[in-house]
T-cell receptor, first 113, second 114 residues
Framework: GENVEQHPSTLSVQEGDSAVIKCTYS??????FPWYKQELGKGPQLIID?????GEKKDQRIAVTLNKTAKHFSLHITETQPEDSAVYFC????????????FGTGTRLTIIP | DGGITQSPKYLFRKEGQNVTLSCEQN?????MYWYRQDPGQGLRLIYY???????QKGDIAEGYSVSREKKESFPLTVTSAQKNPTAFYLC?????????????FGSGTQLSVL
């Protein structure tokens, strides 16, 4: 089955700087890669996703890049703000849907004011 | 307000006891899921259901049971057979089909063993 590795497990950045979280996956058939943000005491929320036919996707201050050859994808957050502090999870799945969705182990991002 | 409601927020289980976690959604989603979250680990799928009166085991179904008698409701029972039940449990729902993979999560239930 799919295996998703996520790094780093913790990340601290100064407010206003950029943050990058990286994930690798093992199944070359995976073609959908979402990123979820989980704030303390809450359930995760989808913040951005990318499909395998696209190399990069942006939404305001966040972007995701995908390298299918190397089987890795990354989350980029620019101009970080205190409200970006949370745990971020990457995930990967094939066309078979959410029942095959494999999550990474999470990155705790702390924004230092 | 549309969304997923999980209750209770905190739950304590005694030795040998079964406990049931509630999950209700008013998003009219066909699919519902239960995930277990342990510190430092990703979310792991316990059970999922894509239609009323049908459900499938996920990766870690042992010691758990579910039912799906109504589209809106997907309760999870943690049985006494689950020897390490302490975890944060998340319920989610989604539509089905390519382009509809977005998961909507509830706020979770923290289960602890007394």
């Amino acid at each position: 089955g799919e295996n998703v590795e996520q790094h780093p497990s913790t990340l601290s950045v100064q407010e206003g700087d950029s943050a990058v979280i990286k994930c690798t996956y093992s199944d070359s058939a995976s073609n959908y890669f979402p990123w979820y943000k989980q704030e303390l005491g809450k359930g995760p929320q989808l913040i951005i996703d990318i499909r395998s036919n696209v190399g990069e996707k942006k939404d305001q201050r966040i972007a995701v890049t995908l390298n299918k050859t190397a089987k890795h994808f990354s989350l980029h957050i620019t101009e970080t703000q205190p409200e970006d502090s949370a745990v971020y999870f990457c995930a990967a799945t094939t066309n078979f849907g959410n029942e095959k969705l494999t999550f990474g182990t999470g990155t705790r991002l702390t924004i230092i004011p | 307000d549309g969304g997923i409601t999980q209750s209770p927020k905190y739950l304590f289980r005694k030795e040998g006891q079964n406990v049931t976690l509630s999950c209700e959604q008013n998003l009219n989603h066909d699919a519902m899921y239960w995930y277990r979250q342990d510190p430092g680990q990703g979310l792991r799928l316990i059970y999922y259901s894509q239609i009323v009166n049908d459900f499938q085991k996920g990766d870690i179904a042992e010691g758990y049971s579910v039912s799906r008698e109504k589209k809106e409701s997907f309760p999870l029972t943690v049985t006494s057979a689950q020897k390490n039940p302490t975890a944060f449990y998340l319920c989610a729902s989604s539509m089905i089909g390519q382009g509809h993979e977005k998961l909507f999560f509830g706020s979770g239930t923290q289960l602890s063993v007394l």
